[in-house]
């Protein structure tokens, strides 16, 4: 069983910056794709970016490509989630999590997930 704690989020500015860390423990985060996701409230939860398990391959939803940026530290067991030039509607709880299937836009194929960090820009 993975267990993922995120970190990282807060209030900022438009246009300001955050970095979103997933920690994982009782697993080995290599084994499986990571992906962020957030859920702002009253809407659906929708994918951000996600990331194959060796890093080979990144994907993003349309509305954050070229602001953010995901990435991994397979040694440290850890998932990152690089976020510039915020807008308010990035406003969001956002989640990581893991999966064993390829597909990886879609929240159903993802085993594990987090609790959330929320980020909030104003």
């Known amino acids: 069983q993975v267990q993922l704690v995120e970190s990282g989020g807060g209030l900022v500015e438009t246009g300001g910056s955050l970095r979103l860390s997933c920690a994982a423990s009782?697993?080995?985060?290599?084994?499986?794709?990571m992906g962020w996701f957030r859920q702002a409230p009253g809407k659906e939860r929708e994918f951000v970016a996600a990331?194959?398990?060796?890093?080979?391959?990144?994907l993003y939803a349309d509305s954050v490509k070229g602001r953010f940026t995901v990435s991994r530290d397979n040694a440290k067991n850890t998932v990152y989630l690089q976020m510039n030039s915020l807008k308010p509607e990035d406003t969001a709880v956002y989640y990581c999590?893991?999966?064993?299937?390829?597909?990886?836009?879609?929240?159903?194929?993802?085993?594990?997930w987090g609790q959330g960090t929320q980020v909030t820009v104003h």
């Open positions: 999590a893991a999966s064993v299937k390829s597909i990886l836009v879609s929240r159903y194929t993802y085993d594990y």
């Open positions: 990331i194959r398990w060796n890093g080979g391959s990144t």
């Open positions: 009782g697993g080995t985060v290599s084994n499986y794709h």
